[in-house]
């Protein structure tokens, strides 16, 4: 299906790369448990201006949903900074500076050498 010679879809570069998979996982869990904690909470909210018999347990069940998705939100950080500690974050520097680096290193590496053989060989002999 084209119109115009033009394809109705284009596939486009992501932006940015795709959540690790332990993260994306604790990610759609806590967005689910915060989803069910702000349905609770309108529902007791709604029965607390109806004045029904349920406002008071859906307060409770609110406040312990709460606190459930604070953990998930939190749960989403610690998993994020495990794998990121663990995997690494992929760092790809341009090539200006990778240029400098080796210079610099070069530079320390010549440095180095004229002064650390003698001091070698006196440690030898001592």
């Not at 394809?7 to 932006?15: C, D, G, K, Y």
């Not at 939190?74 to 080796?102: C, F, K, N």
Request: charged share 25%; with cysteine; hydrophobic share 45%.
């Amino acid at each position: 299906m084209q119109r115009d010679g033009r394809p109705l879809w284009q596939v486009e570069p992501a932006s940015r790369r795709r959540m690790a998979d332990p993260v994306r996982t604790a990610a759609v869990r806590a967005v689910i448990i915060v989803a069910v904690t702000l349905i609770q909470a309108m529902v007791a909210f709604l029965c607390t201006l109806a004045r029904s018999w349920f406002a008071f347990p859906a307060v409770l069940c609110t406040v312990a949903s709460t606190i459930v998705a604070t953990w998930g939100v939190l749960d989403v950080w610690v998993t994020r900074q495990v794998w990121v500690q663990r995997h690494g974050v992929r760092s790809e520097p341009s090539s200006t500076a990778r240029q400098l680096r080796r210079e610099r290193r070069r530079a320390r590496r010549q440095g180095r050498r004229p002064s650390q053989e003698p001091s070698r060989t006196d440690r030898a002999a001592a």
